[in-house]
């Protein structure tokens, strides 16, 4: 699939030049840099590094994903765990208990955007 190196948006192959940018697709991305992280894989090298915190318990697994949606929206990525049994059960529960996870760098906004929230019950 081509790309366009400004906006970095995928098209399809036909297309051959990005309509809003007006230039010419690429078939693979450059990787991004920041002069003050460095390359974008040292930063997610680094962040893979970062134990995962408990920042929250969902009363159920329905209300759990529904924050996870919120927290993705705000480009925070996390896990959602429930408990043993639905790991033993292999199925996926809506009416299980579950914990939110998010590396430890992203835990303070998490909460954060969390707070507040209707059946929220965070860890002291």
């Known amino acids: 699939m081509p790309y ?9 192959g036909w297309v051959k030049t990005c309509p809003d940018c ?3 697709l690429v078939t693979e991305l450059p990787v991004e840099t920041s002069p003050a992280t460095g390359t ?3 930063r997610r090298s680094a962040r893979a590094n970062e ?5 929250a ?3 159920s697994g329905t209300v759990a994903e ?11 990525q996390c896990l959602v765990k429930g408990g043993n049994f639905r790991a033993e059960m292999n199925a996926h529960s809506p009416f299980l208990p ?3 996870y998010v590396i430890a760098s992203e835990a303070r906004r998490a909460r954060k955007i969390l707070d507040g929230l209707p059946d929220s019950d965070h860890p002291s």
Do not use: T, Y
């Not at 366009?4 to 399809?12: A, I, L, Y």
């Open 98 to 100: 579950s914990g939110i």
């Open 40 to 42: 974008a894989s040292a």
């Open 51 to 55: 134990p995962l915190v408990h920042i």
């Open 22 to 24: 007006r230039v010419e």
């Open 57 to 59: 318990d969902a009363p």
């Open 4 to 12: 366009c190196p400004k906006c970095r948006d995928e098209f399809q």
């Open 66 to 76: 529904m924050w996870a949606g919120l927290l993705k929206a705000n480009q925070i």
